[in-house]
């Protein structure tokens, strides 16, 4: 009876376990069945070129100011805004009325040291056959001596006022300001702005973390949105020594000969330099997550044990279809290429690269 009752029991036994078992695996599938459907791909670092790019406004080469050292009435101006000159054109005409006293005033001083030269010649010559004293050629000599500074004086001012009679441009530039009309008397703004245009220059903002691979002489590449994707070719010609305490940043002049003169002061333009290469992880743009709400970007990576971590990453350059990665993922690393919108960190996941 007793042996009759254990086997039944074995019997009942063997019969709950099997029941469990079948119970593990319908809940093994069916955890399999509900984990989402990932695809993934095997990402790796390369070399990647390191492009800086900036934006600037374009600046003239020099900039002259064109006004008169002294108050004066506007008699002509020759030359409007927007209109090309060269070196040495007539701009401005001013009134000369005041060229006439002024050419009295040499006059005069010629009379005066003609007459002290004469006095000077005669207090000499007595001296010499002892008609007169040291002492008084002495004063004489000074006299003379003030009498020439005074001529040499009177003429620098004519001439000065001459000069400031009819203004021409010191360069071959644009007029870019103009700023009175004929009878008007100058005041503390200069009459006209002439800017030279060939060449032009752009001067960047340039981080610290760049500034050690930016050298003068470095070529660039600048466009421009007034004329597309068309290229023009700069060159780096200044790297300042000293960095700007607001940004942080180091001022980098970038030049462009412009010889057809087509961009102009004020454009709006986009310098990119070539910055070495660095050694990179790149992953499809497919695989870059953005969370709402923020400026963040993650990636999810598919763990052995068949989850996903939800890592945060530094985005670098765009590549094509892909991105180049500064941080967050390691080479070598399996990341979800598709189906990230279920997932969430720590999750399991089936995956299916079909």
Excluded: W
């Excluded at 900039?63 to 020759?78: D, E, H, M, V």
């Amino acid at each position: 009876m007793n042996k009759k009752y254990i086997l039944c029991a074995a019997a009942t036994l063997l019969m709950m376990g099997a029941c469990k078992g079948g119970d593990q695996k319908k809940d093994s599938e069916a955890a399999a069945d509900t984990a989402p459907i990932v695809k993934t791909m095997v990402v790796n670092d390369r070399d990647v070129n390191q492009l800086g790019k900036y934006t600037a406004t374009v600046e003239p080469e020099i900039i002259n100011n064109i006004t008169s050292s002294a108050p004066n009435r506007i008699k002509q101006i020759l030359v409007d805004e927007g209109m090309m000159v060269s070196a040495g054109q007539r701009l401005v005409i001013m009134d000369d009325i005041n060229t006439t006293s002024y050419e009295l005033q040499v006059d005069n001083a010629k009379a005066n040291l003609k007459n002290v030269q004469l006095n000077y010649d005669r207090a000499l010559e007595l001296y010499k056959i002892g008609g007169g004293t040291k002492q008084q050629v002495d004063q004489m000599e000074i006299q003379l001596i003030n009498a020439k500074n005074a001529l040499a004086s009177a003429e620098r001012t004519l001439r000065n006022m001459q000069e400031n009679t009819v203004l021409t441009s010191p360069i071959s530039g644009v007029v870019t300001a103009r700023n009175y009309d004929p009878g008007d008397m100058t005041g503390s703004l200069p009459i006209l702005t002439i800017a030279r245009t060939k060449p032009v220059k752009i001067v960047i903002n340039v981080s610290e973390s760049e500034l050690s691979k930016v050298k003068k002489g470095m070529p660039a590449i600048v466009t421009f949105d007034t004329y597309g994707d068309e290229i023009f070719n700069g060159t780096v010609t200044m790297v300042s020594p000293t960095v700007d305490n607001a940004s942080r940043t180091f001022g980098v002049e970038v030049t462009l000969a412009n010889a057809d003169g087509r961009v102009l002061p004020g454009m709006f333009g986009r310098v990119e330099l070539s910055l070495g290469t660095e050694r990179r992880v790149v992953v499809p743009d497919k695989a870059v997550v953005k969370q709402p709400g923020s400026g963040n970007q993650y990636v999810y990576v598919y763990n052995p044990d068949g989850t996903v971590s939800y890592n945060q990453v530094q985005l670098g350059q765009r590549l094509g279809d892909s991105y180049e990665l500064i941080s967050g993922v390691e080479s070598g690393s399996t990341v979800v290429v598709s189906g990230q919108s279920r997932l969430a960190n720590g999750m399991k996941v089936t995956v299916s690269n079909k």
